[in-house]
């Protein structure tokens, strides 16, 4: 098929080449001249034979909004918008009925795979009316892994980009019960070499994943970690995974704590915990640190 | 090699058979006759040649206790015992202690397969002196799983069960992960056949692992998990993972969190939120509820 | 002064005894006309002199939208509306925005105190243009506790609700502690009278507060709690509060648990803990629950 | 009545003067020859009439276990010790064990009240035999504050310490709970000045408390925290009470909270993030941070 592709950063890059490597047209536009196909929107749009499927991979917020506002311009009857970035879902059901005015069809596509996805191919789970998926679905089936996974139609518009939201919040905690699990392991200072216990766990155990296995991965290349501060940006699905819990009344604790532990690791210092220190200061003269870092843990209470 | 097995129960009898098919062989005790391969201990102990080798999977605890004292009587230099149960790993260090006045060696190791192990081979995480090892190392070779991983001498005594430990505290955290997910993703209410979306998950997604395919197959079976009362049992391991950050003041959110989601899951009603409830009805005058379940959420605040 | 008051609830209705016993001539309004003292929102403005101030005390939401749209339309140049309801912080920009095209001012106040506050005074939180706040200044002076404390303002339009909002946030993590103790205290069945000791805790305690006076009040009418089920709602600002800490990336881990503990109480089953039962059923062969309540704790793992 | 004390530090100091105040006979041992009545334990329990009541003062741990042993040496028939310092209440069944061989009683008693206990009154939950207790209640009446509340016996022997230590359970999460209330809004940056709140909130308010008291005046003391480093130490209450808590399968999620929180304050780095950001690094090339503090918030996810 002919299919436009915006957006060829990290991940949009890939997908083109995994794209034309199953035999497809892909008509790529970037700001970047380097990597872009054409010079402009209208030039990519007026490139692809009608009905007219256009992926938008930019960034979530802003740019995806801009983009998809643009396209609703040039596009028209029958033709499809795909949004493949990590917009949230609320995003989906504005954007379908900004294009739906224009006869424009929407899918929402949650896309995973990371620097991976090239070769192994991309997790997709995609949203809409199955017309409009019908139209997009020989890039589904280039992009999605091979074996009979990998890919799936969630249901309605905003429904692939819930999923995604959901698979990185449960991606969040996943990864938070490691990385605890490797510092209580490293701190209790019973077991000789950490590492090694972690890559026995890959094969016959409960706990083995893809995640544990890129944890191996790092720890050989770097043993103990000692070159990487604990410093984790979060990118907003943690956050909205939350969010969506909280509208539900689905308690996401597990999930949640993963969050935090992320808000902590960017702090310079605790404004909650100063405010803890001057309470124990206030009630039992329990001395405060100040700025130099303590020698070690004091003794008091 | 020569092995004698206390417990054969659903772990140690297929334990003994995964070991019989390797070509060892084992002699079995068990309190039930009718799968047991000698009457007693005694004849346990005097059916094997020197270095005798005796692994434990009996429960944790008392049980435990008590085998490896009364082995402690019956074994003599240079003998082996393996607790291979669900141990804590403080219990190690005794028990070590106790067979070593009698010059008997000890060996720690967690066992993880569950119903699996038979056919895919168990992880195991051992802990002790490499002589001691030594001696176990072809029953570790033939119950491990084929491959490069599966199997680690983790250290000195007790570090085997705290590994075991530290990887069932993460299973802990592991589980509720997928658990928060698929509750949100069916609570939402957006994604028309939330199995389809954790299936899809199987391949490409970063959070693709063994007990997702457990939980799709359980999905596969039992449909919104309609028949299963959400009720769960924790085992101990999960404790100690959480007593052992508290002691190393390691901070463990998520597997604590995971903890507690199964101590709330097995109470008819929750003293904490009675107190909850009287307070707010003491301030606000909001109602409580009484005996009765209440049709909904009710609108107060 | 003369003041409007519409919303003669629990609340409002407290509130307008309380002013006018300090000498305020109050024109409340209701649509109960049983408690209502003019017919309608028309004859309640008609009666008030200008500069008319009229305090809006319904729920947050479509009621305050609504009252806070059609004062718009008959209230004028000088006048202000107060809006002393639970309304979302982000809901006040809005609404002194739409009366700000009228030259009508507008100002928030959180307000605390519950069926306390008739005899105690509200304690105030509110926000706003300091003209604005003048004109309600001997409301807020009649209102508020007698003493140096009670009320404040806190800033900018919208910085009240939100000030009452951390407040209820706040309030859930004390309400949550004192519960998570009592729990502990009677589960722990050491101490012959746990309603004892917590009484005990009102003088000289670094944990003695109000909220504890009412936690004995309430144990002192039910000892043990055993007429109230462990079920308690929320009413928004636990939510807001938490959805405020994620937007600012300011964790607030005793909130939020404090909250999610709400959120169980409610749930006659939990959907997480199925999955969490079913991945132990499909790996370790552990019995799932079905309909009947178990007997006891299960001794599996 | 006359009464031994052994330990005259922060604490024992100011209780001596508050039991003299009161016009007991106190016979104070300290370490300390400044500060000690007496040159030695012995002289201690020469000087005191029978039956001779002693209050033990000094560190949980091997400090009180070591006086109450020598104790039991120098003291006989009707006798009593009473430990009022921290200790775990599972310490209190092994020294009351240990003492009753000599027919010497021991009461349990947890105190709270701080730097404040000396004019206002120490708050006190004992536990043991009611004759031992009746032999130390003069000292009891003396300690306590005036008016009805601030002193409980509260059952057998551990339940006082027991008790202590619930109470600095739910003392950390009331101070968690302020704390994020305080982050949040100094982040918030929609209230001008939060001291102010915090002020206002001291009157009229559900979550008026005498902590709430105290970071007002920390707050008059130091606007902003500024001087203070967010590092808050912990004194073992609140660890035994969440190891209380798994024991009686009762989740503290605000306690554990608060308790993590503090843990978290006194790492200069996270091993758990470092593995966080070594597998985000792995499957998305999102870039981690080395030695260098980062500028600002990274856009990536």
Redesign the interface.
Known sequence: MDIGLIGLG?MGGNMRERLRRAGHTVVGFDRNPDVSDVASLEELVEKLPSPKVVWVMVPAGDPTRQTVSALGDLLGEGDVVVDGG?SR?TDDQRHAGMLKEKSVGFVDCGV??????LE??????YGGDADDVAKVQPAFDAL??E??????H???V??GH??KM???????????????????????D????VT??F??????????????D??V???DE?PG?S???????????G?W??????E???????????????????Q???????????????????A????A??GG?????
């Open positions: 990290k990590n879902w995973s795979g990371g620097v991976w996805g192994n191919g991309y997790a997709l789970m999605k892994p074996g009979e996974f990998g890919a799936v969630a249901g309605a905003g429904s819930f999923s959901v698979h990185n919040g449960i991606e969040y905690a996943i990864m938070q019960a490691y990385a605890e699990g490797w510092e209580l392991l490293e701190k209790a019973l077991v000789e070499n090694e216990v890559r026995s766990w890959r094969e016959g155990t409960v706990i083995r994943s893809w995640l544990l890129l944890l991965a790092a720890l770097d970690l070159a990487i501060r604990g410093y984790a940006d979060d990118s907003g699905e956050r995974t939350v969010e969506a819990g909280i539900h009344a689905v308690p996401t604790p597990a999930i949640t704590a993963a969050l935090y532990a992320r808000f902590v690791s960017r310079d210092d605790s404004p909650a915990m100063k405010a803890i220190a001057a309470m124990r200061n206030q009630f039992g003269g329990h405060v640190h100040t700025s870092p303590p843990d004091a003794p008091s209470a």
